[in-house]
């Protein structure tokens, strides 16, 4: 098969081929950035969903393909400028950057698709500043496309021709013989045709053809900027998040392996629960809660409300079924099981928004408030007042008296059709147990007030006679709540009369406070 030298069409096609590469350019602009601000972000919340934000997105098919393009483009347009004794460094420098770019994409792709929640840093801090570094010279691409698009010399500053430029001789159009097995003929017909109609195209087109360009590059540009800015947005705890026509807040966050009453939920495993605010700013709809998810390195955790909305009923409400009309607004609690070998500081909220088939993560980076840790409050004697402050309670109140006895008596507030009094009754436990009786004086709490209250959040420690300390849950002694007076009625073991040591411990979340009976 004879083919002629390349040399001519390098030449005649010399600006096409600068505005091809000018588009490649753009779009691996684009890439670049978009690929150094998610590798920022990673530095930051150091959390990596492999399933709805791959790497593949940023280091895929069509961004190396893009590279591997410029880089045999670049070399093409140095082998040329060098057969034609022409200034032919810039382009080396265009081959450097792009097989730099391109190194540096498949390292951070390894990197990424090899990542397991190391702690180790070093590497991903290195693609980091390299690929920021390598935006750089970039800008410096565009200017020399730019330059050689319109024409001009790069020595001299003139506007020439390109076969004026390069000085299109005969030589350039030289067949050389190839011993393939093609059929020339019906090549060259389709080549020339192709050729021809692109030509036409363009010459007709010039204005329109241009003004394309011009509006892709700015279109490139908007993008760049809505990706980094907009769509791939970090968030922080309390930022309030447009989204999906939802306006969204955390409003506090928390992070324990406890109980509203202190009890530890379940062995080896703690919880991460979010205070959210939501308000619907489109049309009455179901809200999804399977698109809020947690990660940490890359654990991903899905919300388990409905599982274990008892145990953090004094943070609040979970709603497992929610629909919001246009306008309303809501607060409810996300509740999400974690490991507890998980670093509380890594934790990050993401949500998946959906427009139409474009899917973007919301990431919001969360500062969890620790409440594993029981503290001690206070510890104060009968006739003290307990002040119970907490982020969820407010309460105050004082136990006056104790006493425990074998039976008690006890007034209820009886009513017939005429009148109401109140009758005196007693009760005795069985046998075995006694009565602790508790008086107490508070400006909001009745007795079934306090029942309530001490059955949520309250126990009895004591020491027995062997000096063996026991615990006790609150039990109401009557079978009844509705009662006349500000008593509690607690049903104990006999041995409680002989303990050396009696308090009543109520823990409420992560604060303890004592009351010291005897």
Not at 197 to 225: M, Q
Not at 264 to 275: A, P, R
Request: a positive charge; glycine letters at 4%; charged letters at 25%.
């Amino acid at each position: 098969m004879i083919v002629r030298k390349p040399y001519a069409f390098l030449i005649k096609n010399f600006k096409k081929i600068h505005i091809f590469m000018f588009i490649l350019c753009a779009y691996i602009y684009y890439k670049t950035i978009s690929l150094s601000s998610f590798i920022r972000e990673f530095m930051d919340l150091f959390s990596y969903d492999s399933y709805n934000e791959p790497i593949s997105k940023y280091t895929g098919f069509f961004p190396v393909a893009c590279l591997l393009l410029l880089i045999a483009s670049s070399v093409a347009l140095i082998i040329l400028l060098k057969h034609k004794n022409k200034p032919w460094k810039t382009y080396l420098i265009l081959a450097a950057e792009y097989t730099a770019l391109l190194i540096a994409f498949a390292f951070t792709a390894s990197y990424f698709n090899s990542y397991s929640g190391s702690l180790e840093t070093t590497g991903i801090r290195a693609l980091r500043d390299i690929v920021f570094i390598l935006t750089i010279p970039q800008y410096a691409v565009f200017i020399v496309l730019g330059i050689r698009i319109l024409g001009v010399d790069l020595n001299k500053f003139d506007f020439k021709s390109d076969a004026e430029y390069l000085e299109l001789s005969d030589s350039d159009r030289e067949e050389v013989e190839i011993s393939i097995d093609l059929d020339k003929d019906s090549l060259k017909r389709s080549y020339r045709k192709l050729k021809r109609n692109l030509g036409y195209f363009y010459k007709e087109h010039r204005l329109a053809v241009n003004t394309v360009i011009l509006l892709l590059v700015a279109f490139i540009a908007y993008r760049s900027y809505v990706f980094i800015f907009i769509t791939n947005k970090s968030y922080k705890q309390g930022d309030i998040i447009n989204t999906n026509g939802y306006t969204l807040k955390i409003n506090n966050s928390y992070y324990t392996d406890k109980d509203y009453k202190g009890d530890t939920i379940e062995n080896n495993n703690s919880f991460v629960i979010l205070d959210v605010t939501i308000k619907n700013n489109a049309q009455k709809r179901k809200v999804n809660f399977n698109r809020f998810h947690i990660m940490n390195r890359t654990n991903n955790h899905s919300p388990t409300n409905k599982t274990y909305e008892t145990s953090f009923k004094d943070l609040g409400t979970t709603i497992e079924d929610l629909t919001l009309s246009s306008g309303e607004e809501r607060n409810l609690l996300l509740i999400y099981k974690v490991s507890e070998k998980e670093e509380i500081n890594r934790f990050v909220l993401y949500y998946q928004e959906l427009n139409g088939n474009n899917k973007h993560l919301r990431k919001i980076k969360l500062k969890l408030n620790d409440l594993s840790k029981i503290t001690k409050q206070s510890e104060i004697d009968l006739g003290d007042v307990m002040t119970i402050d907490t982020p969820t309670m407010d309460e105050e109140f004082i136990l006056d008296e104790m006493t425990i006895t074998d039976t008690v008596s006890y007034g209820r507030n009886v009513c017939n059709n005429e009148i109401c009094q109140v009758k005196e009754y007693q009760t005795s436990p069985v046998k075995g147990y006694k009565v602790l009786k508790l008086e107490f004086s508070s400006n909001d709490f009745s007795g079934k007030d306090m029942i309530d209250f001490l059955s949520d959040y309250g126990k009895i420690s004591y020491i027995d006679n062997s000096k063996t300390k026991k615990g006790l849950k609150i039990q109401n002694a009557l079978d009844t709540l509705n009662y006349y007076g500000k008593y509690v009625y607690l049903k104990v073991p006999d041995n409680l009369a002989e303990a050396n040591e009696i308090k009543l411990i109520i823990t409420a979340r992560n604060n303890q406070y004592i009351y010291k009976l005897k």
